[in-house]
Structures are given as C-alpha cells and as structure tokens.
C-alpha cells in the first residue's frame, strides 16, 4: 500500500470532515465541495467510493465557471445514526475497514505462504535453493547476510524442507543405482515412472487431466511431479528397508506392518526420508 504525503492525507481528511458534517446536517439535500485541480477530484472520488460508499452518490457540477463534486445523501445514511459524534465514529469505522482491507490486498500471495508455513506441512522441492530465496526476498524479511543467519529465518518459518535433487544426489547404492541418467528434474520423473518405482500409485483429481501428458517449466505440473517424486523416493526407501520382507507384497501398508509402524503411512514416509538425513537439506554445487 502505497503511503500518501502529508499534503494527500490533510487533503483527504480535510475532505472527509466536510461530508461527515453534511451528513451529520439532516437539512441538507446535498453539498458542494470546494473546487480542486483533476488529481484531488480524483482522491475525493476514491474516498467517497470506498469509505462513504453507499451513503452518498457523487456527480460534477459547474459552480462559478470552476468544476466542482456535488455530494448527495442516500437513504442508507440513516444507518450511520444521528449527530456528529455517532456519523463520525461510523466513518472512522468504516476508513480503518477499508485500509485494513488495503493491506490485506496488498500482502497477496504472502498469504499463501503463511499458510503452508503455519500448517507444518513439509515444503518439497527440486534443486530448490534459489527457490526458497525467493520465497524469502520476496514474501519474507530481507535476505540476511551470512549462510547462517539465513538457515536459521528458512528454519524459522518451514519446519520442514525435502529436496529431491539432494535426495537423488545423497542416495545410497540401491537408490542412486538407478539415477545414471542424471538428476534433472524430468529425468528423475522419468525413472520413477518406471517398473522398480511403482508406488504409491498417483491418481488425478477431476479437472486435473491435462498433467497427464508432459508439461515441463509449467509451475504446476512441475509441482506434481516433484511431489511424485517424494512420495516415490520415499516409498522406496521404506520398501529397501534393511528388514527382510515375509511375503512378496509390493504393498505399502504391508510393509508397513511387518516393520511393526503404527503411524498412518503419510507419516510413516515422511519419518523414513527423515531418517536418511534428508530433512531440511537442500541441494548446493559451487
């Protein structure tokens, strides 16, 4: 939101005073604001718009040669209540309204990571590190200045961080076996697309059908397979476990029995990869 000079604030308030006491003044019909140059009309147009509303209608008017705004009251003023004191309260109710309003708008998609922060969920990502930079520069607080102080803000606000291309490049022999073909983000959903990374199986909601077929540096499709890939690499790793299976299932929740878990199998996963270190590690070259 942009901050008005004082000249634009005394302006504006100047001008609200005017019409909070014309309404406050039942005798009137209706009053003529003083003559102002096409940028202030512009300003008293927006007030009226957003913090009178539908209390007033608003229209030009010659006076004297001079472009003047007439304001009239509506039927709707009545609900502003009677006297100075009552109307006035009521727009100063009705300005924070419309500022806090402002605000909320202009903080945006800061929303969005406010709420991936405060749910806990995990935040996954490939080769992300550029990416959770510009989470921070541009959704955070300023970019600190030593490695430091910055694991300690990313910290601060995503409890936990999965990069597959770390996990690619930090995997054990059974694991990175299979990754020769390199660890770019389309080649690593290639292969675990295949027969050895089955599961868990990945179903489309409706809607969502045009991600069947490759859409690569499309924000959401990459997304969906980056969570393929976690899910996938993840599973694997439960499925590799040093404890042998006793039967020949494929099956996670199986699995999951004869290593004796009692977590739900999201969260089984999710203590799987974090017990191979792969928690909060993002990948880095230079």
Request: net charge positive; proline share 4%; with cysteine.
């Amino acid at each position: 939101v942009r901050e008005a000079a004082p000249e634009e604030e005394e302006f504006v308030q100047n001008t609200r005073r005017l019409v909070v006491n014309f309404l406050a003044d039942t005798s009137q019909a209706s009053v003529v604001l003083p003559p102002t140059d096409a940028y202030h009309r512009k300003l008293t147009f927006n007030e009226l718009a957003t913090v009178f509303q539908d209390v007033v209608k608003a229209d030009k008017t010659m006076v004297d040669n001079k472009l003047c705004i007439q304001v009239h009251r509506t039927a709707a003023a009545s609900t502003l209540g009677k006297g100075a004191e009552a109307v006035s309260a009521a727009i100063r109710l009705r300005a924070a309204k419309v500022e806090e309003g402002q605000i909320q708008e202009a903080i945006g998609f800061r929303h969005v990571i406010d709420l991936v922060a405060s749910s806990g969920k995990p935040l996954v990502g490939h080769n992300m590190l550029l990416d959770v930079v510009q989470l921070e520069a541009q959704f955070g607080d300023h970019l600190p200045d030593t490695l430091r102080a910055f694991r300690a803000q990313v910290a601060s606000r995503f409890r936990a961080l999965f990069d597959t291309k770390h996990m690619i490049a930090s995997a054990p022999p059974c694991l990175a076996k299979h990754f020769g073909a390199g660890s770019r983000l389309d080649s690593v959903h290639k292969v675990l697309c295949g027969d050895a990374f089955r599961h868990p199986k990945v179903v489309l909601d409706d809607g969502c059908g045009r991600y069947q077929n490759k859409s690569l540096h499309e924000a959401g499709y990459d997304a969906y397979i980056t969570g393929v890939c976690f899910l996938r690499i993840a599973q694997f790793v439960v499925m590799s476990s040093d404890l042998p299976l006793r039967s020949n299932t494929t099956g996670l929740t199986p699995r999951l029995r004869e290593l004796g878990s009692t977590l739900p199998p999201a969260a089984t996963l999710l203590e799987a990869v974090r017990a191979m270190g792969y928690l909060n590690k993002i990948f880095f070259m230079g």
